[in-house]
């Protein structure tokens, strides 16, 4: 038997501690080599846009419902031939009215659920804006289950009558008549559940929280204290050696695998530059990717699969979309149709705690860096500037002419400018400066134009002797 070559004579034997380190290192390549192998697999971006999908789909939690009864009803049946119990006391009569009552009413709470669904979307889509429809109605967890408890207990009782004999099968009648039960409590909750989501303030207050969670998501780091931390404008490198373009249907760009661009650009040592921004509506054959350097021997299927496309914008990994919904709201609620000033002023409420949030948090500079500090991936995010002028702009154009609007929009401009760090203030400034060029032509009356500039953070009616400039 052949020795071990580190055995052989004039060979000293290498430390454990080397050796180790080795093996460490090579599983650690293995590992990651697994994990780009399993990534070109299940191609992220499909599996990104199946799980939007489905945390928007209303018939996700009923058909698992219609899966749970046909898996529980034989277990119950053979649990009532073991257990034996007589407990309700109903005789093959009562427990047939039963189940037929039960039937009667999950089939009533059905129909009632989606046509009261319907009207919801209806309304919500036609006074405060159709985005709402898939970020928040269809995404009620409420509604979901409340329908999935419908089906269940409705199969559940059809089956249950269809075993109805001379004896009565105890188990069964006693879940059927917690069922609903449950289901009656179920629809009583739904409906004031849903008297209160439609409310212009639930909805904004909805927007807003799921917005600061992406906020927070996509800006994780603090602002610095000066603008002197602000990291400079990315180096130019000149023209692109190869294009990559968009090869599917014409989308909107929902969200990018960022670590799996860094990984397959650090491999081939290169630059890769996604062309459009979060948001973007990118048509067929139109520029995806501007490679550089070695990245241009990057396989076109390896860069499509980092990209999620979808025919609506989503608020996964797009902080700007919740600023959209609620400049839409707040327009809709300006237009002479509505006319509902104080709906758009609940949703500068809401914008402002956005953008106060944005303010207080480090906004990405384009280049995103691998492990060792290169720059792999160029990834362009919105700016201060970008925020501010989607909060103020189109409000300013629309709503400056109502009282309570303009002197909503200084209180928030007069706040921020006092709360944020110094560099913010320049884009601010300049938003409550073309406001305040704007009013004198809207305002008739010099009174009404000076009760106009004064900052209100109720709109009209709160204290108009100065500005409130804590946080709150």
Sequence with gaps: MRAPTWLSPGRSRPPLRRWRAGAILRAGTRGRRLERYIRSKLLWSRFFGAASYLRSALWIIPFIAIVLVFAIAPTLRTLDELLDWRISGLGAAGAQSLYETTITLTLSFLVFTFGSLLVAIQVAGGQLTPRVIATILLRDNVVRYSVGIFVFTLLFSVMALNRVEAKVWDLATILTSALGIACMAMFLFLIDHAARLL???????????EGLAVIEAVYPLPAPDSSSAIRDAPAERGAPLRIVSHAGRSEIVLAVDVEALVDAAKLADGVV???PQIGDFVAFDEPLFALHGGAARIDDRTLRAAVAFGSERTMEQDPMFAFRILVDI?????????NDPTTAVVA????HRLLREVGKRELHREEVADDEGRTRVVFRTPNWDDFVHLACTEIRNCGAGNVQVARRVQSMLVNLIATLPGYRDMALEQERDRLNRALPGLYALADDLALARVPDPQGLGGSSSKARVHPG
């Design 273 to 275: 530059e996604f062309v």
């Design 199 to 209: 409310r212009p303030v639930s909805i904004v207050a909805h927007v807003g929280n």
């Design 348 to 351: 500068i409420d809401q914008i």
């Design 330 to 338: 707040a327009l809709k609620a300006l237009s002479p149709a509505i």
